[in-house]
């Protein structure tokens, strides 16, 4: 099957989010852990590669992301998206600009979009400006995030210090004129040389229209609501028969575990409302583990029955983390908790369980890894973003989601449940 559009995240909850608003079109999307070893046996129309690359250091990022690139090439991709996180999740050195700088080297096109707007999550973005509800980006939660604090709304300004190329923007006024306006200022700004062109967008009628007016560029960036209609266009364009190949379902075992990693303040209402429902749950805790090790929490899940669908969590408010992370350091706190999230859900695996919920973005990359999961089948959506996928784990076929921090509704694990169930 021909790839319409190659697509790279960077970072695995990422992916799935993108993976999963493509699939809304019912096309099959196939989605890759890490840069294959070898070329594919099989091709979906739209493959996405999801890297673990948003903290990764600048080089690493973009040495990652080429290899990305050159994989979906030589798979025959000619169009790519580069996808990041909604709320323009960068360290200050960058990452999100180096990397699309590279990309277009690689792909040697002189402009590029940048939207991350995603609406349906209440990510818009005005006057190059990101909002997260009705806060600007840098007054909203994300301020506290344990690893990317986003502490600048405008995007312009996040984005000009990661490039080596001017930035503009194409305001909303000029998106609410049409695809054809949209295609008329990005043609004015290339002639300036810029090459980097935030552009506006607070509802899915924007996208619509900068997708429109964006479908063949080389290279479109942006969160994954951007993407969302290009497989219609694709269809109408002709790219896509309509015979192309759907997306599989599976009926499995009902016994799961539930694995959060995230802090994020949805996450944190997410848990407390699950456990509140009555649902067993463990809390793990980084200064203790630095003490017991894992075999506290593994001697716990062994006893639990599976089908009860039990949490366990490091999920914790912003003081919490920020004390653990100052007795331990950022990175060995994150690691630690993300390694035994890891360890759980290989013995929940080993246990039985066959459904897998995972909540956070680099907690998902580790939980992947430990599953040595390199190919997941996308299939029904939980939440805006948050798609249910399938995958293989020793030979096992699992049921499995990664939800990024900030999504799903308040009962997220319970509609994540009842989802698999009623399908
Ligand atoms: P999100 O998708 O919300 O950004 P991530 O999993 O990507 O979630 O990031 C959360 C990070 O915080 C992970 O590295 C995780 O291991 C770490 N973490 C989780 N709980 C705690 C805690 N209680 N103290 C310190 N760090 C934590």
Redesign the pocket.
Known sequence: MTIVLGCIAD?F?GATDLAGLLARSGVRVSLRIGVPEHPPSETSPFEVIALKS?TAPVKDAIAETRAALEWLRAAGAERFFWKYCSTF?STPEGNIGPVAEALMHDLETDQTIYCPAFPENERSIFMGNLFVGQQPLAESPMKD????PMTDSNLMRLLAPQVSKPVGLIDRLTVARGADAVKESLARHRTDGTAHMVIDAVANTDLEIIATACRDMPLMTGGSALAMPLPALYLADGLLANDVPKQKTHLLAAETIILS????AM?NVQVAEYIASGAPSYQ???MTLTQTGPEPILAWLIEQDLSQAPLI????DHA??K???AK?G?GK??????QT?AACALAARDAGARRIIV????????VTKALNVTQLDISTEIAPGVPWTYCTSDGHTIALTL????FGAETFFSDAKAKLDGS
């Open positions: 970072d909850t948003r999740d995030h344990p690893l990317t990693g995230s802090c994020s996450t793990l805790d980084p969590y490091a999920t914790a919490s983390v004390a653990a992370q331990l950022v706190a994150g690691t630690l908790i993300e999230l909540a956070g973005g680099e907690t998902s990359g580790a939800k990024s921090g900030n």
